[in-house]
């Protein structure tokens, strides 16, 4: 757990949000939606709208359902706008997570 002060300082010192590197991108999403990093969302959905992989799309799913009354919301909101984008394995993935069945 790390609290948002904290986040944000890792954020201005490494530049997180804007990384280029879809890995470092991903990982960072990962932390910062896992502690609930409100500034993190508009990058997510960046992300999750550009990026189609299932390497990155389905454990980003996770962590916003997994984050329930905080996450769940901007999960289905994502998901509504992205299904359609998304190859079939990767759109199943994420069906999946959303009906609770990962």
Known sequence: ELSAERLAALDA?????????SEVLFAWLQLALANRYQ??????ERFLTAMGRRKFVPPLFE???????WGRPIAERIHARTRGSYHPV?????????????
């Open 90 to 102: 990767t759109q199943s993935a994420v069906d999946r997570i959303m009906r609770g069945e990962a």
């Open 63 to 69: 962590t916003l359902v997994g984050e329930g009354e």
């Open 13 to 21: 010192a490494f530049n997180l949000t804007r990384s280029g590197n």
């Open 39 to 44: 500034p993190a969302v508009p990058a997510a």
